[in-house]
Nanobody, 116 residues
Framework: QVQLVESGGGLVQPGGSLRLSCAAS????????MSWYRQAPGKERDLVGF????????GYADSVKGRFTISRDNNKNTVYLQMNSLKPEDTAVYYC?????????WGQGTQVTVSS
């Protein structure tokens, strides 16, 4: 079965960096685009960005463009979210997502807190 497991969250000061990982299993990872979402308390879950399956092309929300970078390692079945210049408004639970066979799968999420 499809499984997504995020890791790497934590508490970081404003201006700091974190790298999140999402380890995938149960499907042919290299064949699917992957995306990252986040959900702040009391808010909807929003798209952070995505990476395509083959070319590795990426797209980002305006709020994170130039600060966040998504990459993938198809040998490790893992997608990454490198977050730099973090701001308090980046505080949220971060999720990775994949759509396989018409069904959407989510990881359990990892908490990122940006605070001094």
């Amino acid at each position: 079965q499809v499984q997504l497991v995020e890791s790497g969250g934590g508490l970081v000061q404003p201006g700091g960096s974190l790298r999140l990982s999402c380890a995938a299993s149960g499907f042919t990872f290299s064949s699917y685009a992957m995306s990252w979402y986040r959900q702040a308390p009391g808010k909807e879950r929003d798209l952070v960005g995505f990476i395509s399956s083959t070319s590795g092309s990426t797209g980002y929300a305006d709020s994170v463009k130039g600060r966040f970078t998504i990459s993938r390692d198809n040998n490790k079945n893992t997608v990454y979210l490198q977050m730099n210049s973090l701001k308090p408004e980046d505080t949220a639970v971060y999720y990775c997502r994949v759509a396989v066979g018409g069904q959407v799968y989510w990881g359990q999420g990892t908490q990122v807190t940006v605070s001094s």
